[in-house]
């Protein structure tokens, strides 16, 4: 059995930071300030990464600045009701995270980075918020024994190799009953994401979303919510 893969970005790359103000609509509409690193270029030209890819196809992703993260922040924003406890995979930036947390949410950052989870949690207290704990995880080997009423996720369905892994992640750390709020940005494996769904007795319904980013251009995807009957 494969060991979990887990990296973290030499800290020397991050010495060029900046700030952004992520202003994001909905009936809780809310502006975060999210702190990242200003080009993503040098994580991805270093020895480190070289290497990280060799071993497991690593790439630093989590350093920019998703729009599917924006989309699924913004229908936590939208939302009536939500569960009161919620795990962000893959969480990058944290800023799905951050809008369940604004929401009252007790809330578990994981990624399998350890560098963005600091920053997940630096933008998590930047705003104001302390009702969260940061995992270092790889979601293909999940701690023993997790289980959560609602998954966040956001564009996680990248390569073909990571539509398994997170299907058979949200069929073994959801509670029944629980749900998982997925963003896809319409990559071209959500066929076989939506049949991975159906063949392991995961119910789900679609919603078309969309966002304007700071560009002033729009962004269209799919949000997920798939439920674990009990």
């Known amino acids: 059995m494969a060991e979990p893969f887990l990296h973290e970005t030499p800290p020397e790359l991050l010495q060029s930071l900046t700030q952004r103000q992520i202003k ?3 009936q809780h509409s809310r502006t975060f300030t999210l702190t990242l ?3 993503i270029d040098p994580l991805l ?3 480190s990464t070289h290497a990280a890819f060799e071993s497991d196809e690593y790439l630093p992703y989590w350093a920019n600045l998703w729009p599917s993260a924006q989309m699924l922040a913004e229908a936590i924003l939208l939302a009536d009701q939500l569960p009161p406890v919620a795990i962000e995979i893959g969480c990058g930036l944290g800023l799905s995270g951050l809008a369940a947390l604004s929401r009252g949410c007790q809330v578990t950052f994981s990624d399998y980075d350890a560098t963005a989870l600091q920053f997940a949690a630096q933008n998590a207290r930047q705003n104001g918020f302390t009702q969260f704990e ?3 995880m790889d979601w293909r080997h999940p701690p023993e024994g997790l289980q959560v009423p609602w998954i966040l996720a956001a564009d996680v369905i990248y390569e073909s190799r990571q ?4 299907v058979q992640l949200i069929n073994q750390i959801l509670t029944p009953d629980g749900e998982c709020w997925l963003v896809d940005p319409e990559r ?3 066929r076989d994401f939506r049949a991975a769904l159906t063949a392991a007795g995961l119910a789900f319904r679609t919603t078309a979303i969309s966002t304007a980013t700071d560009k002033s ?3 269209h995807g ?3 919510t798939i439920i674990k009957a009990s």
């Open 24 to 26: 994001l609509s909905g």
């Open 37 to 39: 690193p200003v080009d």
């Open 45 to 47: 030209d270093h020895p």
């Open 134 to 136: 940061i995992v270092q």
């Open 163 to 166: 539509v398994l892994p997170v």
């Open 188 to 190: 071209p494996y959500a």
């Open 217 to 219: 251009r729009s962004v």
């Open 222 to 224: 799919t949000l997920y």
